[in-house]
């Protein structure tokens, strides 16, 4: 028998455009269980107004990202243990920089319709992209992208919380990642939204649940950009 | 703003505004180390009298290295200035502004502190 | 759907490193900085202005700044170029794919070599 411990957890509400306010459920629970589990057991057992995203609880469709304790997690990876002690507490909060729907789900389709602009792909053929550019063949296999499109890295950059028209980490990473710089992509990143925005306080690649490295392709896509214009400086005719 | 989309064509931050960022801030650091040896540790107790100054100014490299350090570090501090506004999302008109005025900033100090140097030169 | 956020407002938590990384802290510390070393740049070529009114007029303004009030100003000035700087160096470098993934080690080797400097250089102005 596993030893329980007793959590409160301290939910966030918020309706329509209501004034927020943070709900508390004490739960005996399992340490090594997940912070999305307890959640779930607050919306079965307590509370079915209770509003969140969720959907495969293996950290593939990147849909549980929310604020625990102040940090920005997937939590159906994050478990108890992790983040609260026996007799302790978890708050939970929606990820910011996004607009609430309720509770703690929030509307990421500006996220879903940049990454489509800069030609992010879900799926690439294994010799293509490997972890940090190694190119290794392997025949006609396919795997998913590092990207699950979670919007951690939005919402823990320091620069998506005053603008939003800042693409952010994940779009600049999508095309970086993407390769080529198409004029599309170019006017996407290349501007005042776009990669010059990014100011150096790697946020992104320490709540990056999926090994995508945000900041670092940041700095890539830069270089690919600065080469970029250079060349067309000088074969302008 | 229309499906999370802003490419309005606006002076922002551009590429050429960044590179120029990082190339000054790299000048700056050389010539503030040089400063700072000359002031604070060749010259017993600082450029402090105004007699060492204008005999510190009478050697023909340093009003260049000054003018010089001049233009960088006010292009560097008020393109920085920039930026912080940019992130702050100011609206097409009130960025037109901002740009004029920036310059008008950046010239006025550029020039003035020239004028400043060439009168201390003309002192010695 | 509620429109996307635009929120200016909340500039002020830039600035609070609260549940955030070292690389906040870069962040911080460089836009504080910034600001404050580009208000001096402004005071500083105002104050030069002295020397244009003649040897009496600087002489008695450096007096004047030699007080213990200046002096601590002073080297806030110098602490925060040194800081500015050398994390300049950390952003240049990591921008053209130099460390990137070391970018918290050089951040802290960058700002102990600040705070080394920033202690001998407040030794040398306080200790006349």
């Known amino acids: 028998m596993v030893d329980l411990w007793h959590v409160t957890f301290e939910v966030f509400r918020q309706k329509d455009n209501q004034k927020s306010h943070f709900n508390f459920f ?16 607050i919306w079965a057992f307590t509370d079915r107004t209770l509003v969140f995203s969720h959907a495969c609880h293996h950290s593939t469709c990147g849909a549980c990202g929310m604020l625990v304790n102040g940090v920005e997690k997937l939590t ?13 507490k978890i708050r939970i909060e929606p990820l910011r920089n ?23 792909q879900p799926i690439l053929p294994i010799q293509e992209e490997d972890s940090k550019g190694k190119v290794k063949s392997e025949g006609d296999l396919l795997r998913l992208a590092d990207c699950i499109e979670c919007g951690l890295c939005i919402s823990a950059c320091p620069i998506a919380l005053t603008t939003s028209n800042y693409i952010g980490p ?8 993407h390769g080529e710089l198409t004029p599309c992509i170019l006017e996407l990143v290349n501007s005042e939204n776009g990669a010059w925005r990014c100011h150096s306080a790697y946020e992104c690649t320490e709540v990056c649940p999926s090994n995508v490295d945000p900041a670092w392709r940041i700095m890539e896509l830069r270089r690919k950009i600065i080469a970029n214009r250079f060349s067309s400086f000088f074969t302008r005719k | 703003m229309h499906d999370g989309f802003d490419v309005k064509s606006r002076m922002g931050e551009s590429a050429g505004a960044w590179f120029f960022k990082v190339a000054s801030g790299g000048l700056i650091i050389l010539v503030l180390f040089i400063h700072l040896v000359i002031n604070h540790l060749i010259v017993e ?12 100014y009478q050697t023909w490299i340093v009003p260049f290295m000054e003018v010089f350090f001049l233009i960088f570090v006010v292009s560097h501090s008020l393109i920085g200035l920039r930026s912080v506004l940019l992130d702050l999302h100011p ?11 920036l310059v008008v900033i950046g010239c006025a100090a550029i020039i003035y502190g020239t004028w400043l140097v060439f009168v201390i030169v003309g002192r010695g | 759907m509620s429109e996307y956020p635009q929120q200016p407002g909340k500039l002020i938590k830039w600035f609070d490193p609260r549940h955030r990384s070292l690389g906040s802290w870069a962040f911080i510390l460089n836009r504080v900085t910034g600001l404050g070393l580009t208000l001096y740049l402004f005071l500083h070529l105002i104050m030069l202005g002295q020397l244009a009114k003649g040897p009496d007029a600087y002489d008695g303004f450096i007096a004047l700044v030699k007080n213990p009030v200046f002096l601590v100003g002073e080297l806030l000035v110098i602490a925060a170029a040194l800081i500015h700087g050398l994390n300049g160096i950390r952003v240049g470098l990591t921008s053209f794919g130099i460390g990137n993934s070391k970018q918290k080690q050089l951040f802290i080797i960058l700002m102990s070599l600040a705070a080394v400097a920033i202690i001998y250089f407040a030794f040398r102005m306080f200790a006349h």
């Open chain 2, 91 to 101: 609206s097409n008109q009130v960025l037109r502004w901002l740009n004029r005025g």
């Open chain 2, 45 to 56: 107790g600082g450029l402090l009298k105004y007699a060492d100054v204008v005999k510190y």
């Open chain 1, 98 to 120: 996004f607009p609430i729907i309720s509770d703690l789900s929030v509307d990421m389709s500006s996220l879903y319709s940049r990454m489509e602009a800069v030609g992010h």
């Open chain 1, 26 to 41: 004490e739960l005996d629970i399992n340490p090594d269980e997940y912070v999305l589990d307890g959640i779930e057991r």
């Open chain 1, 76 to 88: 159906c990876i994050t478990s108890i243990r992790d983040v609260t002690r026996d007799g302790g």
């Open chain 1, 170 to 177: 994940a779009v600049l990473a999508g095309a970086q990642q």
